[in-house]
């Protein structure tokens, strides 16, 4: 229960990095948003000022976990996951679109974009699965089930289109590896991902042309100390090959036109200068507006509400997705080291937090809860220094908006709750 004791068993390391990261969120936006006629940071029409609302909210809701018990989550995981498959069929029906995606309920005073707790929901529920004692992920069944719990949310959210949340659901597997699902899985999915790009950069040809180097690579080794069958190693290149051929038909059938023109700028597939061009002013323009703010910053920033290309609206969705721009255009790259450092030293200490824990369902959580924010950290800035393609993901505890806020509020103190009662017994 929720107590004095409580305050000395809780990580206060982590809360100092979580409070420290969403101060200089809760900044950023205020910069990001700011104009002169705005008088009060209280101002709750304001962007600055919800989101501020948003932060107090979910300090409750601090509470509120850290007055439950722990063994709570793991006994209500299946009833959230089961929650939150309802809430995102719900949005075929009910849903609002914004930007194009059907993503959000209309609340009145908000948007809630139910795929936030359903990552929470998600993350508890394949712990749960996992840690049962009757579970084996080396067997290929449990592998199945596992698989189908991260699987069945990230579809639903595909078609609303929302692929880069879909995409964080996946970071999920990490859970299972740490837990003994076998690395080549790992490899496969790398190497699917390698021959994808490959494909879209150079032709199935050029993939066919390098499989068949290696296969000639692997008979000579064979005649002299490599053991392997030759015969599934064929096969396994004629896999590739048909994996190859598709990767086309998905490319210009699955994927819509913003998605391939990202992919496109982002491997430079366009050959026609007057089309990159013009994908370059409309969906590159916010990688290159937002390389431009932060490269502006240079090594000191501009300053506190200085920064030109913010005050500007050079970048669309400065306080969203791209905050971190303000981050580089004020603060420079002293600013925006601290910031990697904070969440570099937060994902570090939770790593140190899951293997302290005594119980299975409580080190597969802290896993999950690595897992999503590591992936929202590294692809969110990746985006924004233009290194990875256009993905709307926001950055954690920094982004505007409520969903995003609670959400990672609530996956990160779930853990804390758990890690506070790592010794008692069957905890």
């Known amino acids: 229960m929720f107590g004095k004791s409580i305050y000395k068993r809780i990580d206060w390391l982590s809360i100092f990095f979580y409070l420290a990261l969403v101060a200089i969120g809760w900044v950023s936006i205020y910069s990001s948003t700011f104009t002169t006629t705005e008088q009060s940071i209280f101002d709750f029409s304001s962007l600055h000022g919800k989101?501020?609302?948003?932060?107090?909210?979910?300090?409750?809701?601090?509470?509120?976990?850290m007055a439950l018990e722990a063994s709570f989550f793991e006994r209500f995981s299946s009833v959230f996951y089961v929650i939150s498959l309802i809430s995102l069929l719900g949005l075929f029906l009910f849903g609002r679109t914004i930007a194009g995606a059907t993503s959000w309920y209309d609340l009145g005073f908000f948007n809630l974009q139910p795929s936030e707790p359903a990552k929470v929901a998600t993350a508890l529920a394949l712990a749960k699965y996992l840690s049962d004692i009757q579970t084996d992920i080396k067997r290929r069944k449990d592998q199945l089930y596992a698989f189908l719990i991260i699987l069945i949310p990230a579809v639903l959210i595909i078609p609303q289109p929302d692929p880069g949340s879909a995409l964080v659901f996946f970071a999920l597997t990490f859970v299972l590896f740490r837990e003994g699902l076998p690395l080549y899985y790992l490899g496969i999915a790398f190497l699917a991902l390698i021959v994808f790009v490959t494909t879209l950069k150079f032709?199935?040809?050029?993939?066919?042309?390098?499989?068949?180097?290696?296969?000639?690579l692997l008979f000579l080794l064979k005649k002299k100390s490599f053991k392997m069958p030759i015969i599934p190693i064929i096969g396994f290149a004629i896999l590739v090959i048909l994996f190859?051929?598709?990767?086309?038909?998905?490319f210009n059938n699955?994927?819509?036109?913003?998605?391939?023109?990202?992919?496109?700028?982002?491997?430079?597939?366009e050959n026609d200068p007057a089309k990159l061009e013009k994908i370059r002013k409309t969906i590159g323009y916010n990688t290159h507006q937002s390389e431009k703010?932060?490269?502006?910053?240079?090594?000191?920033?501009?300053?506190?509400?200085?920064?030109?290309?913010?005050?500007?609206?050079?970048?669309?969705?400065?306080?969203?997705?791209?905050?971190f721009t303000?981050?580089?255009?004020?603060?420079?790259?002293?600013?925006?080291s601290i910031v990697i450092l904070l969440f570099t030293f937060l994902l570090l200490r939770l790593v140190y937090l899951a293997e302290r824990q005594k119980s299975n369902f409580s080190r597969m959580f802290g896993y999950g809860v690595i897992s999503i924010l590591l992936i929202h950290y590294f692809i969110n800035i990746g985006m924004v220094i233009g290194v990875l393609?256009?993905?709307?993901?926001p950055l954690p505890f920094f982004s505007y908006g409520g969903s995003n806020m609670f959400g990672f509020t609530a996956l990160l103190f779930i853990f804390l709750k758990l890690d506070t009662n790592r010794l008692k017994e069957g905890i």
């Open 326 to 336: 303000t981050v580089g255009e004020e603060w420079g790259f002293i600013g925006t």
């Open 254 to 269: 699955v994927f819509q036109d913003r998605h391939r023109d990202r992919f496109s700028l982002w491997l430079r597939l």
């Open 203 to 216: 032709g199935v040809v050029w993939v066919a042309i390098f499989l068949g180097i290696i296969l000639v």
């Open 244 to 250: 190859s051929l598709s990767v086309n038909f998905v």
């Open 389 to 393: 393609p256009t993905i709307g993901i």
């Open 51 to 65: 989101q501020l609302f948003f932060i107090g909210a979910s300090l409750i809701s601090i509470l509120l976990i």
């Open 293 to 323: 703010a932060i490269e502006s910053g240079q090594i000191y920033g501009k300053g506190f509400l200085e920064g030109t290309r913010t005050k500007g609206d050079f970048v669309p969705e400065q306080h969203s997705d791209y905050i």
